[in-house]
């Protein structure tokens, strides 16, 4: 939604209010300073919500959260770089799947 100009704030708020109402467990938001209105137009409707500023951490975070069976939806601007952040993830969780040991997800 990076070519949304004016419109950008708020209609990333419409994305993060449409995302309150589809009654998912968690959103994590790779924040840069647009991206932030989806937070805030999904609220507290949501149980669990991080906004997150580097690539690097983000990934940390869902590495130490996931838990086997859940579902992720990776979606982002191409130029946000989300394509790359979950190949690592999933690179790194079939890992720890295949070694049986979660703990080492921050690792």
């Keep these: 939604m ?3 100009g ?11 209010q449409a995302v309150g109402h589809l009654g998912i467990d968690g959103l994590v938001v790779l924040t ?16 669990t919500s991080w ?3 580097d690539r690097e951490t ?15 939806l990776f979606k982002a601007s191409r130029s946000v770089g989300m394509d790359r952040i979950a190949a690592a993830f999933r690179e790194r969780w ?14």
Aim: aromatic share 4%.
């Design 51 to 53: 906004g997150i500023g």
């Design 58 to 72: 983000l990934l940390q975070n869902l590495l130490q959260a996931v838990q086997p069976g859940d579902c992720l």
């Design 94 to 107: 079939i890992r720890l799947v295949e070694s049986g040991d979660y703990s080492e997800a921050a690792d």
């Design 32 to 47: 840069d300073g647009e991206s932030d209105a989806i937070l805030t137009g999904a609220g507290a409707s949501i149980p």
């Design 6 to 16: 004016d419109f950008s704030q708020e209609l990333h708020s419409r994305v993060g």
């Design 2 to 4: 990076k070519e949304l």
